[in-house]
């Protein structure tokens, strides 16, 4: 079994997303079967993606998601999304990682503000945890997505508590001090916030540019996004090809992946779906819609064995 991965780069072109009409686009979306869309016209459905939160290990409302959008699909029992195409010899893998790097609630402190703890193995840089300070941030309790906003230390009174030139300490997740409008933990609790539920930064995808699409973990999601296009051209697959849309990849061993093959496999051959990026792990990073309408070609392509 061979394990590669798809082409990242294109020179195919395409009108400009205007932003005046984001949210628009985005009702409509919900409101037409996916069944209409085609590798030209994924932009509602990258933003659309780009816009849930999947922290590593509690993907189930993207996973909701793909499954309206994606008839006959399945959800296994570690939580991957799979939908089998063809049958018959080769037997073939084409799977696209859903969930990112993210927080969950810690504790709750007994005036109301939440303390967070990271989620997912990988970290990709020390000052990853930045991205959070003074950031407005969401928690997904029982009762709903709850706003809130990690507060920042007075630097009037913490300047000069460490040793004489010595650099303020670095922010980390310790520091972080989540604010959602409680006054005691018994308010935070009434607002359905409890203990492991997932934390993100307020997501708000935001395309410009010639067809550019900015938001946390950007790249992951239009990448998905164009395997579910790719699926929706009814490829003519050779033999057979399962599509998983896998959960728990940033755990080591990639524990969902490694379910899935276990299921369902062996397989001849494995592909991950995935798309360059800029500004990567940052709350900016930055996708080229141009290289996504690249990529479903590729999909269908690879699929089809030609």
């Known amino acids: 079994m061979g394990d590669s991965r798809v082409p990242q780069h294109s020179a195919v072109s395409g009108p400009r997303f205007s932003v005046g009409t984001t949210m628009g686009t985005i009702f409509f979306l919900l409101a037409v079967p996916l069944f209409r869309l085609s590798a030209q016209s994924l932009d509602p459905l990258a933003i659309r993606l780009a816009g849930m939160t999947a922290v590593t290990g509690l993907e189930q409302a993207m996973t909701d998601s793909l499954l309206a959008l994606l008839p006959g699909s399945t959800r296994d029992r570690a ?10 010899a080769p037997k073939r893998l084409l799977q696209c990682p859903v969930d990112e790097m993210g927080y969950v609630v810690g504790n709750i402190t007994a005036d109301g503000y939440v303390l967070l703890r990271r989620v997912g193995a990988r970290t990709t840089y020390p000052l990853f945890d930045q991205l959070l300070e003074g950031h407005r941030v969401t ?32 922010f980390t997740v310790d520091n972080a001090y989540l604010d959602v409008g409680a006054a005691s933990s018994a ?6 916030i409890d203990l492991l539920a997932p934390v993100s930064l ?16 950007s790249g992951r999601r239009a990448a998905c996004a164009g395997l579910v296009a790719a699926v929706q051209t009814k490829p003519r697959t050779k033999g057979t090809v399962v599509v998983a849309f896998t959960v728990q990849s940033l755990y080591a061993g990639n524990s969902g992946l490694a379910s899935v093959k276990a299921l369902m496999g062996p397989f001849d051959e494995t592909k991950t779906a995935t798309l360059p990026t800029r500004y990567t792990d940052t709350a900016v990073e930055t996708v080229a819609l141009a290289d996504a309408d690249a990529l479903v070609k590729q999909l269908v392509t690879w699929m089809e064995g030609r």
């Not at 997904?140 to 913490?158: C, D, E, I, W, Y």
């Not at 308010?187 to 359905?192: D, F, I, Q, S």
């Not at 307020?202 to 973990?217: H, N, S, V």
């Open 79 to 88: 939580g991957n999304v799979t939908l089998t195409l063809g049958q018959g």
């Open 139 to 170: 928690v997904f309790g029982t009762k709903g997505a709850v706003p809130g906003v990690v507060a920042v230390k007075s630097t009037h009174l913490t300047r000069g508590r460490v040793a004489s030139g010595a650099p303020d300490p670095v």
């Open 187 to 192: 308010e935070a609790h009434a607002l359905g």
């Open 202 to 217: 307020a997501k708000r995808p935001l395309p410009y540019g010639d067809r550019l699409l900015a938001a946390p973990g």
